[in-house]
């Protein structure tokens, strides 16, 4: 089933859209797409500005996923790109940016369930908006997960330091802190790394800040090292291609309790919440910390 539509006064021709994307749920395509188109308010401000790795599950969950960065000349001429030079590859990629409504659900239509902006914009791409701590269980409870934030926000609060947190929809917790591109990325990954191994010292036996999973089996890892320029996680608002169909969601410090879990937001009972609490994460590209006063304030 198709469906020819009208977003931003932009014509869009959405595909296959009884495509069943969650076989268990059976959630389809369509209902990603409505999810969308309603939570776009939401998600937006997140994405603004900010070049897209576009990760695809054009066949759902269970099918075969992929990156895709360069997007070449392949969008309508009405969608926002931005060639951004790739070290890696020694040429120019060519990035989707998503500004409005109407390339939101273009993106969900190639099949992107998660959404995935860089953490710096376009104006600044050498200077990121916010630091990403993103704790990554491996075997082991949620419930560490919890400590392990919960841990995270006493650093940042002898740091001084503001941080809002969300569940990554998947297994883990993301703790963004806003920057407002004042620093580059090195130091932004620095100060990452020093609140890491501040959050492994209170929390040695449950954490982990090694890379390699051999020396992390039973922790939560805290990684510190996706504060890197084209480096991206799901973002707030951001459903996931995991069972349930589960929402990345803002969360208020004090959720952080036994009882919560990742699988209780999904794309059909967020908005209840949204209804309840409004819109948790604005503060994460509000104004930015100061870096140098942080640093102090944690005896460094």
């Known amino acids: 089933m198709d469906k020819d539509i009208i977003a931003n006064n932009h014509p869009l021709h ?41 990760l695809r599950n054009p ?13 070449g000349d392949m969008p309508p001429k009405w969608v926002k790109t931005q060639k951004i030079y790739s070290e890696s ?43 990403a701590i993103d704790l ?8 560490a997960v919890i400590e392990t934030a919960k841990g995270v926000k006493e650093v940042l609060d002898r740091a001084k330091a503001v941080g809002y947190c969300k569940t990554s929809g998947a297994t883990g917790i993301h703790i963004y802190i806003p920057l407002n591109a004042k620093y580059d990325y090195e130091i932004a990954k620095e100060f990452a790394h020093v609140i890491a191994q501040e959050v492994h010292e209170l929390l040695p036996d449950t954490t982990s800040i090694e890379r390699l999973t051999k020396f992390r089996k039973e922790k939560v890892y805290i990684d510190f090292l996706q504060n890197r320029k084209g480096q991206t996680l799901a973002g707030a608002y951001s459903a996931r291609p995991k ?17 919560l879990t990742p699988e209780q937001f999904n794309i059909k009972n967020i908005f209840k919440r ?9 503060g994460a590209i ?12 944690l005896g460094y």
């Not at 990554?136 to 419930?143: A, N, R």
């Not at 169909?245 to 036994?258: D, F, M």
């Open 14 to 54: 959405l595909t296959n859209l009884q495509k069943v994307f969650w076989p268990k749920e059976k959630i389809t395509k369509g209902d990603l797409v409505e999810y969308y188109d309603k939570i776009s308010k939401y998600i937006l401000p997140y994405l603004k500005d900010r070049p897209e790795s576009l």
């Open 59 to 71: 066949n759902g969950i269970n099918g075969h996923s992929f990156f895709h960065k360069d997007v």
């Open 89 to 131: 590859n020694e040429e120019d990629i060519n990035y989707l940016v998503c500004q409005d409504k109407a390339t939101l659900l273009y993106m969900v239509n190639l099949g992107c369930i998660e959404i995935n902006p860089w953490f710096s914009r376009i104006k600044s791409l050498d200077k990121p908006d916010l630091i």
């Open 136 to 143: 990554d269980p491996l075997d082991i409870d949620f419930e």
């Open 243 to 259: 069972a349930g169909a589960t929402v990345s969601t803002p969360l208020e410090w004090k959720e952080l309790k036994k009882g």
């Open 274 to 282: 949204l209804e309840k609490k409004g819109d948790l994460f604005q």
């Open 286 to 297: 509000g104004k930015g910390v100061n870096i140098l006063k942080c640093m102090k304030n």
